[in-house]
C-alpha cells in the first residue's frame, strides 16, 4: 500500500482541489486533514511526516470527495464558528454567516446598556446561531426562536443544548412571527434576502448545497423583509426593537418600505464592515 504523510497528502490535495476550483485549496485541504484526524490545524505541522493510517487515509478520501463537489467544508465537518462558538449545521439550515455576527454583536451592545430588554425573538433561527449566541452572552434575557423547519429546530436544540442555553431558548415551529403569543422587546431575524433570480447565480457551494427556502426572499427579496417590517410592530412592546439582516443593496428599498408602513418612531440602516447597507435597526 502506498505510504502517505500528512505532508504528502496535503500536497496531493491541494492541486486536487484547484483541479475542482476549490476557493482556499490549501487552507482546506488543511482544515479537512485536522478535522480527519481530529486534531488542530497546527498540529499537522508538528507531524508533518507522519504516515495516515488505513482509516485515516479512508476517512479524509470521503472528505476530499465531497468537497470536490463544492459542498461546503461546514456540512462535511459538521460544525461551523460564530463569534468563537462552535456550531453543529446539517444541509437543513443556512450556515451562519460573519455579517450575522455582526448583527449579533450590534444587539449584544444595544442590550448592554439597556437591561430593560429581556424578551427576545429570533424568526427564522435556522441553526439557532443568533437566538443561541445572544442567549450564551446574555444571561438575563430569555429568546423565542422560531422556525417553519422542523429539521432546523432539531439543529437548534442541538445547538441550544450544547450551549446549555436550552432553559432559556424556547424552539417554536411556525411560520414567521405567527407563533408569537405575547409581546417581545426585540425582535431579530436574518430573513431569506436574495432575489429568486439571483438565486442560480451564485456559487455552486451555495446555490447546490444551502437551503433554497433559507436564501430565496421572493423576486425582488424584499418578501419576508416586508412582511417583518410590517407586521412586527403588533408583536412588539412599546419603545421595543426590530433587527433585519438585508442584502447589501436593499438599503434604499427597505428605508422606504418601512418609512412607507408608518409605525416606527426611528429607524437606520446600519452597514457592515464592507461599508455594505447590512441591518434594518428600528424602533416602535
Ligand atoms: N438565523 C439563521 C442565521 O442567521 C438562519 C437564517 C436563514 O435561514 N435565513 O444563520
Not at 451564485?202 to 423576486?219: C, H, R, S, Y
Request: aromatic content about 8%; proline content about 5%.
Amino acid at each position: 500500500m502506498e505510504v502517505w504523510t500528512i505532508s504528502k497528502i496535503l500536497d496531493w490535495t491541494t492541486d486536487y482541489f484547484k483541479k475542482y476550483d476549490i476557493e482556499w485549496p490549501h487552507l482546506e485541504a488543511e482544515i479537512l486533514l485536522a478535522h480527519a484526524l481530529n486534531c488542530k490545524r497546527i498540529e499537522l505541522y508538528t507531524k508533518y511526516e507522519k504516515n495516515l493510517s488505513a482509516a485515516e487515509l479512508d476517512k479524509f478520501k470521503q472528505m476530499i470527495k465531497r468537497r470536490s463537489q463544492h459542498e461546503p467544508i461546514a456540512y462535511i465537518t459538521g460544525y461551523k464558528s460564530f463569534m468563537s462558538l462552535e456550531f453543529y449545521v446539517n444541509r437543513s439550515v443556512l450556515i451562519p454567516r460573519p455579517e450575522t455576527e455582526e448583527l449579533v454583536e450590534t444587539i449584544i451592545s444595544l442590550i448592554k446598556t439597556n437591561s430593560n430588554l429581556t424578551t427576545i425573538a429570533d424568526i427564522g433561527t435556522g441553526s439557532g446561531v443568533i437566538a443561541i449566541t445572544l442567549a450564551k452572552y446574555l444571561k438575563d434575557i430569555n429568546v423565542i426562536a422560531i422556525d417553519s423547519s422542523t429539521e432546523a429546530l432539531q439543529v437548534a436544540q442541538k445547538n441550544s443544548q450544547t450551549h446549555q442555553v436550552d432553559q432559556r431558548c424556547q424552539l417554536v415551529n411556525g411560520h414567521l412571527l405567527e407563533p408569537l403569543q405575547e409581546k417581545v422587546d426585540l425582535i431579530v431575524s436574518n430573513p431569506p434576502y436574495i432575489p429568486s433570480s439571483v438565486i442560480e447565480e451564485l456559487p455552486n457551494d451555495v446555490k447546490d448545497w444551502e437551503p433554497k427556502q433559507a436564501l430565496d426572499g421572493g423576486p425582488n427579496g424584499l418578501d419576508y423583509i416586508r412582511n417583518l417590517i410590517e407586521n412586527a410592530p403588533a408583536y412588539l412592546k412599546p419603545g421595543g426593537f426590530l433587527f433585519l439582516e438585508i442584502g447589501y443593496d436593499q438599503g434604499e428599498k427597505v428605508s422606504g418600505i418601512t418609512a412607507a408602513c408608518n409605525k416606527y418612531q426611528s429607524f437606520e440602516i446600519l452597514k457592515d464592515s464592507n461599508n455594505h447597507d447590512r441591518v434594518l435597526k428600528a424602533q416602535t
